[in-house]
């Protein structure tokens, strides 16, 4: 008879964690499938739009601070300015404007206001 291996292991633990959430899950697979907001922004950094925003967030950034190093990907992930930017980027595409990192400068440094603009 086919012994069947009872593993005494503490199941309650969960063993794969999100590296983006820290939500727990008790198996891979489960993490494999698993999408947090983080982990979809994350995908989507090779995308046109979401690099152009994440441009206008540094842009953003340098006028602020004149000496501030730029913020990596993962920091404009996690920023709250993360959907205000991509939205602007979103609204430069649908009305075709010509040059989307210029209008960006333009508009940071004439101390327009995003929410303004796109909504
Ligand atoms: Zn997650």
């Given at each position: 008879?086919?012994?069947?291996t009872k593993k005494?292991?503490t199941?309650?633990?969960?063993?794969?964690?999100?590296e983006?959430?820290?939500?727990?899950?008790?198996?891979e697979?489960?993490?494999?499938?698993h999408n947090?907001?983080?982990k979809?922004r994350?995908?989507q950094?090779?995308?046109?739009?979401v690099r152009?925003g994440?441009?206008c967030?540094?842009?953003f950034?340098r006028?602020?601070?004149?000496?501030?190093?730029d913020?990596?990907?993962?920091?404009?992930?996690?920023?709250?300015?993360?959907l205000a930017?991509?939205k602007?980027?979103?609204y430069?595409?649908?009305?075709r404007?010509?040059a989307?990192?210029?209008y960006?400068?333009?508009l940071?440094r004439?101390?327009?206001?995003l929410?303004?603009?796109v909504?």
């Amino acid at each position: 008879m086919a012994g069947q291996t009872k593993k005494s292991e503490t199941s309650s633990a969960k063993a794969f964690v999100c590296e983006h959430c820290q939500k727990g899950f008790s198996k891979e697979t489960v993490l494999a499938v698993h999408n947090c907001e983080t982990k979809r922004r994350l995908a989507q950094e090779k995308e046109s739009g979401v690099r152009l925003g994440f441009n206008c967030f540094n842009q953003f950034h340098r006028s602020l601070r004149s000496t501030a190093a730029d913020k990596t990907y993962r920091e404009f992930v996690d920023s709250p300015y993360y959907l205000a930017f991509v939205k602007f980027v979103r609204y430069l595409v649908e009305i075709r404007a010509v040059a989307p990192e210029s209008y960006c400068d333009w508009l940071l440094r004439n101390n327009k206001k995003l929410d303004d603009l796109v909504s």
